[in-house]
């Protein structure tokens, strides 16, 4: 089953992406270098609760 998450900058911590993922087969917390416009360059992005 899907689970809706939000990603959230590392550096300035505005949530910018909106993403599901497997909550069963990934049961940990979702990491990704994205674009974050507040900052102007790609940086981590971690999942929110």
Do not use: D, I, Q
Not at 17 to 26: D, F
Not at 31 to 45: A, V
């Amino acid at each position: 089953m899907s689970k809706k998450v939000t990603l959230a900058c590392a550096v300035c911590s505005s949530r910018n992406y909106a993403t599901a993922k497997n909550a069963s087969t990934t049961p940990e917390r979702l990491e990704s270098r994205k674009y974050c416009k507040t900052c102007g360059e790609h940086t981590l992005h971690r999942e929110t609760k």
